[in-house]
């Protein structure tokens, strides 16, 4: 078995911030496994064999998983869904804990995150599979993947945790596929990384029951939620899945007190209905309130959906207005390099509180999380 020095490791997983899709990663993973010792390659096929923590036992070995709002019922020797949880002989297990298949460090506001400690660094990490199928998924090439098609690389939440803190990583994210499938790896990740001193943040579609969100927030500091559109039809034709369980998530973490963020990519002639908009950022006042921020991100052509445009900017700006006006006060602009929809603004004052460009700061006029000009207090997570 090929293995890697721990310091070899370290400068390829972590060379580059910005840019790399996993599917990138996933052909690097052989190249740097190439020196010796310390973390093992794990050839196609090895899998973990940990017990899952959401499920429950039926009749004849069969076991419903109680992770995600599908909710599988799975007969011994079959996977559910998302295609990394196994039932064998009436246990249900992960078959993922510990097998990374990507791993980069990225600035924070790719996630996006614009008031999670902006400019910082995270030591951001997936393992294969999705208990969604969306169709203009980027990173298809894993979250559509079973880990037996994926290069996966052994990094235990220690060695998670130890990289993200020798990396100068503000956070570890959980990302890239979907971290729900993999829960009780990113649930250890979070604990150890916390010991050290280093924050989780999940980036999610936050299709995720109410009680393992219940106990993963306690171990996070910042979540982000794709809202994917704001009608089941889209949910059930684009993505396999529903609107109903992200709203309820959305509600959860507003009642849990957790920071959190909601990115909205705007598909051309599939939800960018300006009255579903309206109606998505009425909901969100009126459930969550005016301070979540809202990201309206382009949508580049990929996966199942190349028959389909960018989204027109002009079409980004719209909604941008439109959720201005029903009084959200942090409206972004994603995946527009140089947009002035990028920038965080003062609600009182009207001045930059933090300038970006793409991934970049340019200027940062928040002290101690308040306008430094009118000294309104701004939410986040600033230090
Ligand atoms: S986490 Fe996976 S196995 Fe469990 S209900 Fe969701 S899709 Fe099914």
Redesign the pocket.
């Known amino acids: 078995m090929k293995k890697l020095k721990r310091r070899e490791f370290f400068k390829y997983s972590l060379a580059g911030t910005g840019g790399a899709l996993c599917s990138n990663l996933i052909t690097k993973i052989p190249f740097i496994a190439i020196p010796d010792t310390a973390y093992a390659l794990s050839s196609t096929g090895k899998l973990s064999h940990v017990e899952a923590k959401y499920y429950k036992k039926l009749e004849h070995k069969e076991i419903e ?1 109680q ?2 709002p ?3 019922k ?1 007969g011994d020797r079959e996977r ?3 295609g990394v ?1 196994e039932n064998k002989k009436g246990i249900y297990y992960t078959l993922v804990y510990g097998l990374a298949c990507s791993f980069h460090k990225d600035p924070i506001e790719k996630k996006p995150f614009f008031h999670f400690l902006p400019g910082t660094d995270a030591f951001s990490i997936a393992t294969a599979g999705c ?1 969604l199928n969306c169709k203009f998924c980027q990173n298809w090439e894993i979250s559509q993947a079973r880990p037996e098609q994926t290069y996966n690389i052994e990094l235990s939440p220690e060695a998670v945790a130890e990289y993200a803190l020798k990396g100068n990583s503000s956070s570890i994210a959980y990302t890239y596929s979907e971290p ?2 993999f829960y009780e790896y990113m649930l250890d990740c979070a604990k150890l990384g916390r010991q050290k001193g280093v924050k989780s943040v999940m980036v999610s579609a936050g299709y995720i029951q109410p009680e393992p969100l219940v106990e993963l927030c306690k171990e996070l500091d910042a979540v982000k939620i794709d809202l994917k559109a704001f009608t089941e039809k889209y949910y059930q034709e684009i993505c396999r899945g529903k609107l109903q369980p992200v709203l309820d998530t959305l509600k959860e973490l507003k009642k849990i007190g957790i920071w959190y963020e909601i990115v909205y990519l705007m598909v051309p002639t599939l939800n960018d209905d300006m009255k579903d908009i309206k109606k998505m950022c009425e909901w969100i006042l009126s459930n969550l309130g005016p301070d979540v921020p809202v990201h309206f991100t382009r949508f580049i052509p990929l996966y199942l959906l190349k028959n389909l445009p960018p989204t027109p900017v002009s079409s980004l700006e719209q909604a941008r207005k439109i959720a201005q006006e029903s009084g959200l006060k942090f409206v972004y602009i994603g995946n527009v390099g140089g947009h002035e929809g990028e920038n965080t603004y003062c609600p009182k004052c009207k001045k930059i509180l933090v300038g970006r460009y793409g991934f970049t700061i340019t200027q940062m006029n928040l002290q101690k999380g308040k306008c430094k000009f009118c000294g309104e207090k701004i939410p986040g997570v600033w230090g």
């Open positions: 998983c992770l995600c599908k909710k599988c799975v559910g869904y998302c949880r208990n729900t499938v």
